[in-house]
């Protein structure tokens, strides 16, 4: 498994990373099997995926305490990465958004992630996290300054409870922000080849920075596996849900997209998912793009892992196809 180094940090991890969320469960992504996830966390590992991230909102605390069960023991073992920001159990915030009946709050005061940062120790049964994630920043009813929120990570970072520092769903004017006050070795954004408003927007700023892109929702939560066609059952959760390629008018030219690639495939003895996540890795500056993939069986964790190095040509026709999706289709 190919290996890079996270930002400035030191710290090295395989090119392609374990996300969480799904293992989270509730409505955003229906139930899931706790042992079945706890394997697929073990499985990636042997596979050579070192990272893991999850954070406290999937499925409030869920998804964190699922990842400490499966870290005990081989906590080593892992760079594991988790969030701070969205609060759940306080009126104190802005809104983010309602799930379940429950209010997610963003709140990145220096008191309020002090407190999360212990709960999530507490959860994922460690005593440090090696990186830190401000998940969501803040809105204009409950702004919080940014040097705020970086005093205090800055400090955990010196005490040892986190060892790097990054942030998410940024702007470039917002990442700015957070460099002018110390170093941050991360960023995590929505990208996908699909969708690359955001790296359009920050690969430079990264590149120039010394910090990582780490993509999430690389394969549009499923449906850039080529795997489902109109009329199929999709358990639609509301990440599912929210994600515009698996309506009737794009889930087709997705298809089409996966039948034009079958000689691709063919040639790197793979599947649509591993050349989705290839071409994904070897976007930015060719070795600063991280790929965040999610899965929550040992099936799909087996399916994802491969290692591939895409030649440039076959990375050029695979951008113009994946912009043509958009517009008609392959
Ligand atoms: N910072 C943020 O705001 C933010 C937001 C979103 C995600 N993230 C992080 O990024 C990670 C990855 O993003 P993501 O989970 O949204 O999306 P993703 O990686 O694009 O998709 C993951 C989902 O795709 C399906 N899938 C994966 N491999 C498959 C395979 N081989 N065959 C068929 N289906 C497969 C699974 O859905 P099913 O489980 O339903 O089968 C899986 O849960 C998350 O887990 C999370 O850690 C961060």
Redesign the pocket.
Known sequence: MKQMYIGKSGIQVSAL???????GGDSS??P?DDSESIRTIRRARELGVTLL???PA?GLGH?EEVAGRALEGRRGDYILST?CGLRWDTDEGSLHMERDGVKLRRNTSAASLALELERSLRRLRTDYIDIY?V??QSLPDFPVPVSETMTFLLKAKQEGKIRAIGV??VSAEQLTGYLTCGQVDLI???Y?MLDQAKGDELFGLCDRNGVTF????????????G?YKVGDP??M?R??AGIKWYKPEFLPRITALSDAWAPLCKKYGC?M?NLVAAWTAAQGNGSNVQV??????T???E??VKDITLEDADIETMRKDALAVEHGGA
């Open positions: 990373g374990i996300g969480a969320w799904a293992i992504w229906g899931s991230d999850t954070a999937y998804s969030k994630i998940h969501w998410s769903n995590q954004e929505k996908s780490q993509c999430y929702s690389p394969l549009e939560r499923g449906a850039l596996t795997k999709v358990n959760g990440a599912k599947t998912t965040l993939v999610g899965a929550r069986t099936a799909q964790i399916e994802n």
